[in-house]
C-alpha cells in the first residue's frame, strides 16, 4: 500500500470502476477504459487548459454513450473508468511511458512531470489496480455460472491527428486474436457499409492499444476486438445513437458467428 500523501482518490469520490448490468444476459462484456474525463479533485487541472482538459487527449468522447447503447440494446454487461486517463491510462501498463503522460498530442501535461516512484505506485494502484481487477472479477464470476465471455472495447478518435486528416471512420482492432475482428469486419462488408472501415486503423498493436485485450481476452482464449469511432460522427446524442445501432447489429451478426 502507498503512504496516505499519496493518495489519489478520496472517499467521497468513490470508486474508480463503474459496472453497469453486471448479471447481462449477452455474451459480450463492454469495457470502456476512456470514458470519463473527470480529474480526480486533489489534482485540480493538472497545468491544463480548459480546453486541453475537454479535448481527446483526456477522454474518448462520445465513446461511453456510444458503449451504453450497444450494452443497452444487446443486454452486455459495461465496465468503465470513471476517471480521466491523463492520471491513468487504464489500456496501458504501468511500466508505459503512455500510463501517465507527461505529454499527449501538442499538449505538455505540467502535472504529471517528473513524478516519483511513489507517486506513479499510487496512481497505479487507485486506478489501473481495481479497474482490471473488476474485468477479471465479471469473467470469473460468468465462467463460474457458465456464460460464455466475448469482448468488446470502445474507443473514439480524433478526425485530424498532427495535422493529418484521417479518412478512416471507424477502426475494427485486434492483436494475435483476430476471430472476432474478422467477424465484424466480414459483417459489416456483407452488408451496405454507411461507413469507411478499416483493420487495425488509425492505430495497431505496434502502437501499444490493444493491452486490454492481451490481458483478459489473449490470456484467457476469449474472442475480443478494439472498436475506433471517429469522434465526430459521435458528437452529439443522435450520432452516438446511430452508431451504437450499427454497431450493434455488427456485433449482434458476429456472436451469432
Known sequence: MVAAQFKVLSEAEGACV?????????PLLVICEHASRLLPEQFGTLGLSREALES???????????ARGISEALDATLVYQRFSRL???????????????EKSEVFEIPGNAHLSAEERVARTEALYV???DAIRELIRERKARGQDTVI?????FTPVYHG????????????DDSRLADSVLNAASAGSSLYKIERNEPY???????HTLVLHGLSNGLRNVMI??????????????????????????????
Request: aromatic share 4%; charged share 20%.
Open 152 to 156: 468488446a472495447t470502445v474507443h473514439s
Open 164 to 175: 493529418k486528416t484521417r479518412a478512416v471512420e471507424i477502426g475494427i482492432l485486434h492483436d
Open 228 to 257: 475506433e469511432v471517429r469522434n465526430d460522427l459521435i458528437s452529439d446524442q443522435d450520432g452516438q445513437g446511430v452508431m451504437a445501432g450499427y454497431l450493434t447489429g455488427l456485433l449482434r451478426h458476429s456472436l451469432d458467428a
Open 18 to 26: 463503474s459496472v453497469e448490468r453486471p448479471n447481462g444476459t449477452s
Open 56 to 66: 481527446h487527449i483526456a477522454w474518448d468522447p462520445g465513446a461511453l454513450a456510444v
Open 204 to 210: 495497431g498493436p505496434a502502437d501499444g492499444v490493444t
Open 130 to 132: 481495481p479497474f482490471h
Open 87 to 101: 492520471i491513468y491510462d487504464c489500456n496501458r501498463p504501468p511500466e508505459s511511458p503512455g500510463a501517465m503522460p
